[in-house]
């Protein structure tokens, strides 16, 4: 027969185990196809590439634009989209992070460059394993791609 205490242990586990199961997948975020270009001509040519601090690198980052994420990216990794022209508030976030934004006017035929990195303003040990991310744009020659 199992002792009183050894129950106990057993049943916080569990309530242990399915909070955490809970937390994980209401952070998570689902991707949708990219929107369809309606003028390749015109489109804009939007490069992204993650950082790669060991701060948050357990993750992988989302990134989208219009409500919607398109893209995830691990460390190290760049991705290369046509993006129709207008204005387009691109969002960045983690699994469990809040969103953080960057608004840019896309222009035709226009080629940007945006590094997806940890956000300096995190709590240095509360945000270790799941950081906040920020998108920054910079000048396309200086990606070592």
Same mark, same amino acid.
């Given at each position: 027969m199992m002792s009183r205490h050894r129950q106990m242990n057993l049943s916080i586990t569990r309530v242990a185990a399915i909070t955490l199961t809970a937390i994980l997948? #209401?952070?998570? +975020? #689902?991707k949708s196809l990219l929107p369809a270009i309606t003028e390749t001509n015109d489109a804009a040519t939007v490069t992204i590439? =993650?950082?790669? !601090?060991?701060q948050g690198s357990l993750t992988d980052v989302y990134i989208g634009w $219009? $409500?919607? %994420?398109f893209i995830s990216?691990?460390?190290?990794q760049h991705t290369q989209l046509? +993006? @129709?022209?207008g204005f387009k508030t691109f969002k960045i976030r983690a699994h469990a $992070?809040?969103? @953080?934004?960057?608004a840019?006017?896309?222009?035709?035929?226009? !080629?940007?460059?945006?590094?997806?990195e940890v956000n300096p303003q995190n709590v240095v040990g509360l945000n270790w394993v799941v950081s906040g %991310? =920020?998108? =920054?744009?910079?000048p396309c020659e200086s990606l070592a791609l």
């Open positions: 997948a #209401s952070g998570c +975020v #689902s590439y =993650r950082s790669d !601090e060991l $219009d $409500d919607e %994420y990216l691990a460390p190290q046509l +993006v @129709n022209p $992070d809040w969103s @953080n934004e960057l840019l006017e896309l222009t035709p035929q226009q !080629e940007i460059c945006l590094i997806a %991310y =920020r998108l =920054r744009q910079l």
